[in-house]
């Protein structure tokens, strides 16, 4: 393996996890940019294969569980996070640890993308005045300006030129909605809330963000935690919604 790799020890994801803000020890060991060599002197790794399972499990652990290690149990909290998620449109004014919030973004960015382009951008906003914004291009959606934090989701075309048409107009939007459903789902294995907003004047959107040409929002998520418990709403029967072209 050659090139750097994101070095961490289990323990700084408990750490990171256990702080709640996460950011020093998250500063430390996850985001801690290592040399294959280097990280297995510092932790103890004596075998290139032992350092693919330490990456493997720092790749996994924002999706699934960060505090147990990779095994059946931890794919339960994957579907447990599936089945718990609800669209919360009340937030506490409480504010969002920085620690909880890298781990969303950068599980976001763990998301595939055709051709592995990555054709998007996620904004981050915390000022009230721009979450008042987007509040109003979001055809009045209040809710939005009472979360702490508001990702932007938003589509890069020029990134997925390669693809013709199909990536400029299709692709990107793929990659977008994506990443932003990583997100919905790491934010739920951390207890906190979101709601996907799609109903929103894109030009406002672009207008408020100072969005480069050609850019498009694609999705907005509230970000924080729930000042209320949505119950579970119905889906679809599997036979309705399941076409099977044997």
């Not at 998007?120 to 000022?127: F, P």
């Not at 997925?160 to 400029?168: I, T």
């Amino acid at each position: 393996m050659n090139g750097e790799r994101f070095g961490a020890t289990q323990s700084a994801f408990d750490n990171a996890r256990s702080a709640g803000s996460g950011d020093p020890a998250y500063n430390r060991g996850i985001l801690r940019c290592c040399r294959p060599g280097a990280l297995t002197r510092r932790h103890g790794l004596h075998s290139e294969k032992h350092w693919a399972r330490l990456c493997l499990r720092i790749l996994a652990a924002p999706l699934l569980s960060l505090d147990r290690t990779l095994s059946g149990s931890r794919l339960m909290d994957l579907f447990k996070a599936i089945q718990s998620r609800r669209s919360v449109r009340a937030y506490e004014q409480r504010a969002l640890e920085p620690g909880k919030l890298r781990i969303v973004l950068e599980t976001a960015c763990q998301a595939p993308s055709a051709g592995n382009l990555q054709a998007y951008h996620i904004y981050v906003v915390k000022d009230e005045v721009l979450k008042r914004a987007l509040a109003v291009a979001a055809l009045g959606q209040e809710f939005l300006a009472s979360a702490p934090v508001v990702l932007v989701f938003c589509a890069v075309p020029a990134r997925s030129v390669k693809y013709g048409e199909r990536g400029a107009s299709l692709y990107c939007v793929q990659d977008a909605s994506i990443a932003a459903s990583y997100a919905q789902l790491a934010a739920t294995g951390l207890g906190l809330a979101t709601c996907w907003v799609g109903a929103f004047d894109e030009t406002a959107v672009c207008r408020a963000l100072h969005l480069a040409t050609g850019e498009r929002p694609v999705a907005m998520l509230p970000l924080g935690y729930a000042a209320e418990q949505p119950l579970p709403t119905p889906r679809r029967d599997i036979k309705d919604a399941v076409i099977d072209r044997q």
